[in-house]
């Protein structure tokens, strides 16, 4: 064995070196992460939509004892309750051991993905061929949304105000959907075109259906047999499209990706990946000192606004009615609270090295992304958070024996993008970003590592604890 030299010695003390998961993991990590991996799957599969999210987040909170929360109400340390936001958002929390003056701690990960949502009147006619005419929905590189199944989710809320649930395309048996692409035998002119203007967003028209309406005197009979056979199925008719929010997502479910086996595949990655980790953390805590607040948002792909997006008040809203029940100032509260801005973050691509800088940007496989401020154009509409508390993050993951990394998502001036981050440090909560590192981000099919998942469902718990 040959001894180190002084040299190496001293590099390694004095050299921040990032660690590849694969090679440091202990055997037993590997084998949790593996199986932490199957969960989510699942997850991904059945959670397409917001609304959908919620749903299946509501049902493993209540099989884990969880009870919708009720304001005013004094709750013992360890109670567990969980707040629904019109079935778009949703709030759990654990009310901890300390007092509510003591601050809590927020993790807060989003829950809708970028696709094609429909129009309010999508159905359309063309050529004996029936579409629904969509509005992307998110950051969305449009041909990657062309000729790949499509399903249709969503729900339709009727006069009298019942609402039908709205899937298909997700069950083997049931038909799917698709955007049409031209040919390459006639696509020279569309190819000349730049990446953006090669499918515009009024060519973004899904196709449903070809049959016509046996019935010799009406016109537009194949959209008269599409609306039939949706009347028949939802009691829908055209009208009703109005007060609708349907979408069409990928429809393939989430894969193992990699001979290895180390990678999953699948729709909607950001942010499940960070919500589900969030969610286990949550649901594993016992007696967490200060109380968690786990927030599953919508509306941060479209910039966070409205009544279900974290620009609304529903956070702080929910923090004031915990504060009111413990006799202290919601100020007072936020001032002494903690969040992570659970989001995920862009991996090192080899095919584009060009966009990042590879001392600061995030690499697959290297744990949780701790990211200290987003932003664009000389770190514009970012939440930046303070040196302390990035310190403070950093000795919980250190004490919990998380690998965690640190990253820019790409280069000064490439772009950038935003988190939920600044929506929740406006009210004087200290915030940093920390999540997973993607593959093909906002893609149809996004690529994450599984010790990347395993690894930021561990820092997730370590900061409940
Ligand atoms: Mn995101
Ligand atoms: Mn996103």
Not at 393 to 419: F, N, P, S
Request: proline content about 5%.
């Amino acid at each position: 064995m040959s001894e180190k030299t002084q040299g190496e010695e001293l590099r390694e003390k004095l050299f921040y070196q990032p660690k590849n998961l694969s090679e440091t993991m202990t055997p037993e990590d590997k084998a949790a992460a593996e199986a932490f991996a199957v969960p989510y799957k699942a997850f991904l599969d059945r959670a397409k939509t917001e609304r959908e999210a919620v749903t299946i987040i509501v049902e493993m909170l209540e099989k884990a004892g969880y009870v919708p929360f009720v304001p005013g109400k004094q709750y013992p340390a360890g109670a567990k309750v969980y707040l629904n936001n019109r079935g778009k958002a949703l709030i759990a929390s654990t009310i901890g051991t300390l007092d509510i003056g003591e601050g809590v701690r927020i993790e807060a990960a989003h829950i809708d993905n970028p696709r094609l949502d429909l129009k309010p009147n999508p159905l359309v006619e063309e050529q004996e061929l029936c579409f629904l005419k969509t509005h992307y929905y998110g950051g969305i590189k449009k041909y990657q949304w062309t000729a790949i199944p499509l399903s249709l989710h969503g729900v339709v809320v009727k006069k009298d105000g019942s609402s039908v649930t709205v899937t298909i395309g997700e069950d083997p048996d049931d038909p799917v959907f698709c955007v049409t692409d031209l040919l390459p035998h006639l696509g020279a002119d569309q190819m000349k075109k730049p990446m953006t203007q090669g499918i515009t967003g009024e060519q973004l028209n899904v196709l449903i259906g070809c049959e016509m309406y046996p019935d010799e005197k009406v016109s537009e009979k194949v959209k008269l047999n599409i609306l039939s056979l949706l009347n028949g199925k939802y009691g829908i008719t055209e009208r009703d499209f109005q007060s609708a929010e349907l979408c069409a997502v990928p429809a393939f479910k989430a894969r193992d990706l990699g001979l290895d086996r180390g990678m999953v595949g699948a729709y909607g990655h950001d942010d499940r990946v960070c919500a589900f980790a969030q969610l286990m953390a949550e649901i594993e805590a016992k007696s967490p000192a200060h109380t968690t607040v786990t927030v599953f948002a919508d509306k941060e792909e479209v910039g966070s606004d409205g009544v279900t997006g974290l620009n609304s008040h529903f956070l702080v809203d929910f923090i004031a009615d915990l504060a009111q029940a413990g006799g202290k100032e919601l100020r007072h509260v936020l001032r002494a609270s903690a969040c992570l801005s659970a989001d995920v973050s862009a991996a090192f691509d080899p095919a584009w090295p060009e966009v990042a800088e590879k001392h600061n940007c995030a690499y697959l496989g290297y744990g949780p992304v701790l990211t200290k401020y987003t932003g664009a154009r000389g770190k514009s509409s970012t939440n930046d958070a303070p040196a302390e508390y990035v310190a403070f993050v950093e000795g919980i993951l250190e004490d919990a024996g998380v690998t965690w990394q640190t990253g820019e998502l790409g280069k000064v001036d490439q772009g950038g993008g935003g988190t939920v981050a600044m929506y929740v440090s406006q009210y004087n909560v200290n915030t940093v970003d920390m999540g997973v590192a993607v593959l093909s981000m906002h893609a149809p099919f996004e690529v994450i590592s599984k010790a990347d998942l395993y690894m930021t469902y561990k820092a997730m718990a370590a900061f409940y604890r």
